[in-house]
């Protein structure tokens, strides 16, 4: 067993603290002979600190493209030449989106919406769309809204939204590279005004963006010190118009070093492969992400583009005998 | 056989294509799988598309709305 590996499992698993970043360095350069044994130290991490269950969730964008931020990945900024085109939820659209992810098993469903910040006509919209979903779906409700006031955070609330998604996208002294239009001191801000609330924090972000191996790892130590309940773990799928266009995706290795890395560096967060990882991992990678410390997943479509189907993921979860996070134990 | 546009670029298909064809080239071939058209076939219009979990509606203004095909 390599030191770096098993300096991991007395730090980690024995003892349930984070990674340090030196080590998350050390850990995200292992050689790919060493890749299976960090996979399997982060899946008994995954197992010991947070249990068998996976959390499976889908998504839906209320408010697509238009976007006055310029985030370089994204291919719903209205400042760069992209083919996605603005458009809105209706309600009974909306409404159909959580019925269609309730039916494929899955307990969490989260209502984006592509915006700096949401304005009054947004909450009326999200406030009456939850009411319809409510009616209608049996399912949890998380939001992604952009930067929040602190009277918003308190409607979410009042609107029965159990988590707020807010990604700091990469490191801090990355974000610049990706993001110009507002600072990561500013998603800090909002970070920190879901965290002094009940609702959950959900924060991520994407990997293979040209950030360096020392950056991933600070960006695992950064969100780490944030503490959230979920963290979702998106690879570049880089979209055309974008300024990321041509950015090369990551390798399948790569992905599957920094999702041990992540589970590392925080043992008892939800790990959720998000966005890109068909196109980084594969249907292979998927089971090996599953089995190397993920432990949630996004399944169907995603925002923009398309995921593999659902019932593809929800039977690789009864094949691996992982079950699904049940409703009632986030409710 | 009437003029077509890639429904993945808008670029223009390559004339007489009659082998039912809605991409340009392999790159957007290959794309197409994990992508919604964002091009109208017909006209090259930019549509507007939603993405739901299990499906996708798109819609051109000159042409109408599509939905896509249930997976099996």
Redo the contacts between chains.
């Keep these: 067993m390599s030191q770096t590996i098993e300096h991991a499992r007395r730090t980690v698993l024995e003892h349930g603290q984070s990674l340090p970043e030196a080590d998350i360095v050390e850990l995200l350069s292992i050689p790919d002979e060493q890749l299976p044994e960090a996979l399997q130290l982060a899946h008994e991490v995954r197992m010991r600190w947070c249990g068998p269950d996976v959390e499976v969730e889908?998504?839906?964008?209320i408010a697509?493209g238009g976007c006055p931020e310029d985030c370089h990945f994204c291919s719903q900024s209205g400042l760069f030449s992209s083919?996605?085109?603005?458009?809105r939820?209706d309600i009974p659209?909306l409404v159909?989106?959580a019925r269609?992810?309730a039916?494929?098993g899955a307990t969490e469903f989260c209502i984006v919406a592509a915006l700096r910040g949401p304005d009054e006509k947004m909450m009326s919209q999200l406030r009456a769309g939850i009411a319809a979903i409510r009616a209608e779906v049996e399912i949890n409700i998380a939001a992604s809204l952009g930067i929040l006031t602190p009277a918003q955070v308190d409607e979410l609330i009042d609107m029965g939204v159990h988590r707020y998604n807010h990604n700091l996208e990469t490191a801090r002294s990355f974000f610049g590279n990706v993001v110009t239009t507002h600072t990561w001191e500013e998603r800090w801000d909002t970070l920190s005004l879901v965290r002094a609330s009940v609702m959950e924090v959900c924060c991520g972000g994407i990997l293979g963006m040209g950030e360096t191996i020392e950056q991933r790892a600070e960006f695992a130590v950064q969100l780490a010190e944030l503490d959230p309940h979920e963290v979702p773990l998106n690879f570049l799928?880089p979209r055309?118009g974008t300024p990321l266009a041509d950015q090369p995706p990551l390798s399948a290795a790569d992905a599957l070093r920094a999702i041990a890395a992540f589970r590392l560096a925080m043992p008892r967060t939800i790990l959720r492969l998000a966005g890109g990882r068909?196109?980084t991992l594969g249907d292979l990678g998927t089971r090996d992400g599953l089995l190397g410390g993920i432990n949630a997943i996004i399944?169907?479509?995603?925002?923009?583009?398309?995921?593999r189907?659902?019932v593809t993921d929800i039977e690789l979860l009864g094949e691996l005998k992982m079950p699904i996070k049940a409703l009632s134990a986030t409710l | 056989m009437s003029k077509q546009w890639c429904e993945?670029?808008?670029k223009p298909i390559a004339e007489n294509s009659e082998d039912g064809h809605t991409y340009c080239d392999h790159g957007c071939e290959a794309a197409q799988?994990?992508?919604?058209p964002?091009?109208c076939r017909w006209c090259g219009r930019?549509?507007?598309?939603?993405?739901?979990?299990?499906?996708?509606?798109a819609h051109c203004v000159e042409h109408g709305s599509r939905k896509s095909v249930p997976?099996a």
């Design positions: 889908g998504i839906a964008s697509t083919p996605v085109r603005s458009v939820l659209t159909e989106a269609q992810t039916a494929s799928n055309p068909e196109l399944v169907g479509n995603y925002l923009t583009t398309l995921g189907p659902a | 993945r670029c808008g799988a994990l992508e919604p964002r091009y930019r549509m507007k598309v939603q993405v739901l979990p299990d499906d996708w509606r997976s």
